[in-house]
Structure formats: structure tokens, C-alpha cells
């Protein structure tokens, strides 16, 4: 039995969203961010030295970490489903692009709007540097119902969760009207809705 260790609507929510669309047979676990103690009163530590979400604890024993090597690892689990491209398709690298995009770009430039000691300059800053990124997103979403091709893929998981933040940063995501719509169409997907409810993000 996969074991996927999560925070309610931390970025290890695209991974939960990514196990549900595949259908695979797993189990969540919750971590409390601020103690590293999982919801069996276990030390988060003991299950990865890195201390943060996501891990994926496989049928073997073994721990995975990174979203960016879950993601795809659930999805290769589940081929029919199309969440990740075939190996060696332009598609799949595609795909590839915008987990690495996202990663870099949008998910660490909003981790010091999270910390509570972050200067109010710096924070602005890197809402512009946000801002600009997801014109550029929006830009490439026209015409579009998703990033790569006509079916969801691992990377709409992750744009999804990282286009969620910005109701606890103060930053209005119908700045973005594209990525708005593109948000609420995501949002309607019963395994999104599934996750987000068991995550307890929605009654």
C-alpha cells in the first residue's frame, strides 16, 4: 500500500491530486508542519531527514521525496490515465518543462511570502516576480483547456496547488482572468475535489 505524507494544501496536494486521478490504492497521512510529528504521533523526521512534504512511502518500504519525482512516479503507475506522456515523446518532456518551470519559478518564489519574518520589501518582490511569471503562464494557457496537449496532466496538478496560494498571500488571482477560469476548471475535477475535501480544504 502507497503511503502519501501530506500538509493540507502545502504543494503535496498535486501529488494527492495526481494519486486520485490515477486511481491507485493509497493511504494519506497528515504532517503538522510546525511540530514535524505525523498525525499517528510519529516524528516526521523518522520517515524523511528533509522534513517536508510530500513522501511517498512505496509497497517496498522505500521512501520517495520531491513532488517533482512523485508526481510521475504515481502517474507511470496508472499509463492509461495519461497523466504523464510516454517515455520518450516530445510530450512527456513537455510535461518534464513545466514541472521544472513551476518548480523553480512560481512554487520557491512564493516560499518567502510564508515566512513570518520575511522583510515587507522582499515581499513584494517576489509578488512582482510572480506577477510577471504568471502573465507568461497565462499567455501560454490561450486557447488551451490545459499546459500540455488536451488531456490533464501531473503539471496541471501542480499549477493548480501553487495557483492556490495566492488566497493566503493577499494576491487576487482575478488579476489573472485566464488563470482564473483555468483554476476553476481544474477545481471541478472530482478527484481534485476528492483531495482537497479529504485534506479538509473543502466542506
Known amino acids: 500500500m502507497l503511503n502519501l505524507y501530506y500538509s493540507p494544501g502545502a504543494c503535496s496536494l498535486a501529488s494527492h491530486i495526481v494519486a486520485r486521478e490515477a486511481g491507485l490504492d493509497f493511504e494519506i497521512e497528515k504532517v503538522d508542519g510546525r511540530t514535524k510529528t505525523t498525525s499517528g ?48 515523446t516530445l510530450e512527456r518532456y513537455r510535461v518534464q518543462e513545466w514541472l521544472g518551470y513551476i518548480n523553480s519559478e512560481l512554487h520557491k518564489a512564493f516560499s518567502p511570502l510564508f515566512g513570518p519574518t520575511t522583510p515587507a520589501e522582499y515581499k513584494a518582490t517576489s509578488k512582482a516576480a510572480i506577477a510577471k511569471r504568471f502573465e507568461w503562464v497565462q499567455s501560454q494557457l490561450e486557447g488551451r483547456q490545459f499546459l500540455v496537449g488536451e488531456r490533464f496532466t501531473v503539471a496541471d496538478a501542480y499549477l493548480f496547488t501553487i495557483l492556490g496560494w495566492t488566497r493566503y498571500v493577499s494576491m487576487d488571482l482575478g488579476d489573472w482572468p485566464g488563470l482564473a477560469a483555468y483554476a476553476d476548471r481544474i477545481a471541478a475535477r472530482p478527484a481534485v475535489l476528492a483531495s482537497m475535501k479529504a485534506e479538509g480544504l473543502l466542506k
Open 41 to 88: 504521533g510519529a516524528s516526521y523526521y523518522d520517515v524523511t531527514a528533509k522534513g517536508y512534504v510530500p513522501a511517498l512511502r512505496l509497497d517496498s518500504g522505500e521512501v520517495l521525496t520531491e513532488g517533482t519525482a512523485i508526481m510521475p512516479y504515481l502517474a507511470d503507475r496508472a499509463p492509461a490515465s495519461g497523466l504523464m506522456p510516454p517515455a520518450g
